[in-house]
């Protein structure tokens, strides 16, 4: 068991303003929405007040990134496009601490992943999109593409600077500018990635950044000068700005849900399946739309994985999200750790065996101890919805069939991850599995190389590689 041990040393690496406005055309300027606080879910304290985006915020916006796109970003060329992109990647780069920092604070998400995965992912993503600026004629998607022009994108809370990047990188490569909505509660490293914007000289107009909730968000996507929608969050959200683009001439491409399936056969290679299984699901809280929340075990080795799982789950440390040894940060909101209770108790009401961790939960801020449940069936709540915490629902097989049939009984299809030590049962299992992204032997990892996105209700449309490009070309087709 460990205490909260607070790391106040680490805050002095980010200067927090008291107040943070909207990112038009190039300036930070007031909203004339009403404010909002956000906090730092790990001590519930206020962070910073923030601007909101009422409609005419939104239009000023929309307004500056035509301006932008028909006057300068447009007509450029992919080569001077590069430029800049090639300077933000390594400014971001420069200012990694400063990021990692800002991005527990208000996220709450340990520090050594912000530092060690979602900073150097969101550097990589914005050198990567650089190259393919002034190479789009090759990239099998046209000889002669063309942007679409202004991008409404609206990204979640759960990796806040990672998720602006996919969306940002390849809208401008292509040629596009940008009116960005980040999420209410995380904030802050859009607003300083604003900064980064005019640190590079970037045009007035080409990245604009509004803050605020739904009511913001409504007002992006469904802006009449819009050409391209791009939203990562939930389900229902998603539903209602498909419903809310139809019949336009908008593009659209949406990442949404998931309850992937982590697949772990007799055969696996034992020690690496177990660290796999708690990277799938405890990695950033459960707060990963591709987590691996169900575990399906070949039934003769349930209970060794079992066994071996609370043993790894039992080191695991929660606490202080700045502190490099913690394991397991702050749920984000205690909206969103009400829903992970509620689903919890749920599962427990209706028969499952729930098992949490043995560790101190502070006092203050939203904690959710790393909890898995047995005895759990295809019927269960937990089996079937997105809990989006720290909760693994295991369920058993005994066949490559079985396993197929309960990994593909669900309305999502983002991902799944396959351990086994064939690599025939793994192109065989891949080729069945109704997910967008298939590990084999490793879980939860990302390039920007490789496309990402899903099937059913975890939405359409692909992210990264040179598939993500094809969402900002006109009459572009892979």
Not at 367 to 380: S, Y
Not at 385 to 399: A, D, Y
Not at 458 to 473: F, I, K, M, T, V
């Amino acid at each position: 068991m460990f205490e909260y041990a607070p790391a106040p040393e680490s805050r002095a690496v980010v200067d927090l303003k008291s107040s943070y406005g909207l990112f038009i055309n190039g300036e930070f300027v007031d909203g004339h929405g009403t404010g909002f606080k956000t906090v730092n879910p790990a001590t519930e304290e206020v962070l910073a007040e923030v601007s909101e985006a009422d409609d005419a915020d939104v239009d000023a916006a929309v307004k500056a990134a035509r301006r932008a796109h028909s006057k300068v970003w447009g007509p450029m060329s992919g080569a001077e496009r590069a430029k800049y992109l090639y300077r933000i990647a390594r400014i971001l780069a420069e200012r990694s601490r400063e990021f990692a920092v800002l991005e527990s604070l208000d996220n709450g998400k340990p520090i050594k992943e912000s530092r060690d995965v979602d900073i150097p992912l969101v550097s990589q993503w914005f050198f990567y999109y650089a190259g393919w600026a002034d190479k789009l004629a090759y990239a099998g998607l046209g000889s002669q593409p063309r942007p679409l022009g202004v991008a409404a994108q609206v990204i979640p809370w759960n990796f806040p600077l990672l998720m602006l990047s996919w969306k940002i990188a390849p809208a401008l490569a292509a040629g596009n500018t940008v009116v960005l909505k980040p999420a209410e509660t995380t904030p802050l490293t859009a607003l300083l990635f604003a900064e980064v914007c005019q640190q590079a000289d970037l045009p007035p107009g080409v990245v604009n950044i509004v803050t605020g909730a739904g009511d913001t968000g409504r007002a992006v996507v469904s802006h009449p000068d819009v050409d391209k929608v791009a939203f990562t969050g939930s389900t229902e959200v998603g539903r209602a700005i498909a419903k809310a683009v139809a019949g336009t001439d908008k593009k659209v491409t949406l990442e949404l849900g998931g309850k992937a399936a982590n697949i772990v056969f007799d055969d696996a290679p034992m020690d690496q399946a177990i660290e796999g299984i708690v990277g799938g699901i405890f990695f950033n809280q459960g707060h990963v739309c591709c987590a691996g929340s169900r575990l399906l075990v070949q039934e003769s080795v349930a209970d060794e994985v079992l066994e071996r799982l609370k043993r790894r789950m039992a080191t695991l440390r929660l606490g202080d999200p700045l502190d490099k040894n913690t394991d397991i940060g702050a749920i984000n909101s205690a909206e969103q750790l009400a829903k992970i209770r509620e689903l919890s108790q749920i599962g427990e009401a209706e028969g499952a065996e729930r098992w949490s961790t043995p560790c101190a939960i502070p006092e203050k801020g939203f904690w959710f101890a790393p909890t898995v449940f047995t005895g759990v069936t295809q019927a269960h709540r937990i089996a079937r919805e997105e809990i989006f915490g720290p909760v693994l629902s295991v369920l058993t097989f005994r066949t490559p069939a079985e396993a197929v049939e309960k990994a593909n009984n669900t309305p999502f299809g983002l991902s799944a991850g396959i351990w086994t030590d064939k690599g025939s049962r793994i192109l065989s299992m891949a080729d069945k599995l109704r997910a967008g992204v298939v590990w084999a032997n490793t879980f939860n990892k990302f390039d920007p190389t490789s496309p990402f996105g899903g099937y059913k209700e975890s939405g359409y449309g692909r992210e990264g590689g040179r598939h993500g490009l094809e969402a900002y070309l006109k009459g572009a087709s892979l």
